[in-house]
């Protein structure tokens, strides 16, 4: 099985920005969908975006379109969310998540076969 670990996460000012990254051990991503979702103490975990396994397809949340750009590198076992234009409204846990033997894309909780432990972004206003 894969194991993810996030990291990047931090304190930035609105306006900001942010790089993310999801390291992968213990299996090549080339054949996992990703994902990335994000949750607050308030609310259930919501998808961020997602990406095909060859980097060609992808989609994002309304709330994130135009400012966070998901991105891969299978040789690296690595992706990548880009987030600029931070809202205090961005503030959550950030996870990476995995659908294992899956080319496409994913957004819904029930598809996910295994999550990192997240990575806290904070947006002060």
């Known amino acids: 099985q894969v194991q993810l670990v996030e990291s990047g996460g931090g304190l930035v000012q609105t306006g900001g920005s942010l790089t993310l990254s999801c390291v992968a051990s213990?299996?090549?991503?080339?054949?996992?969908?990703m994902a990335w979702f994000r949750q607050t103490p308030e609310k259930e975990r919501d998808f961020v975006a997602t990406i095909n396994w060859s980097g060609g397809a992808y989609y994002y949340a309304d709330s994130v379109k135009g400012r966070f750009t998901i991105s891969r590198d299978n040789a690296e076992n690595t992706v990548w969310l880009q987030m600029h234009g931070l809202k205090p409204e961005d503030t959550a846990v950030y996870y990476c998540?995995?659908?294992?033997?899956?080319?496409?894309?994913?957004?819904?909780?029930?598809?996910?076969?295994?999550w990192g432990r997240g990575t806290q972004v904070t947006v002060s206003s």
């Open positions: 998540a995995a659908k294992k033997d899956y080319s496409g894309t994913f957004r819904l909780l029930r598809q996910v076969d295994y």
């Open positions: 213990g299996e090549t991503i080339s054949n996992y969908g």
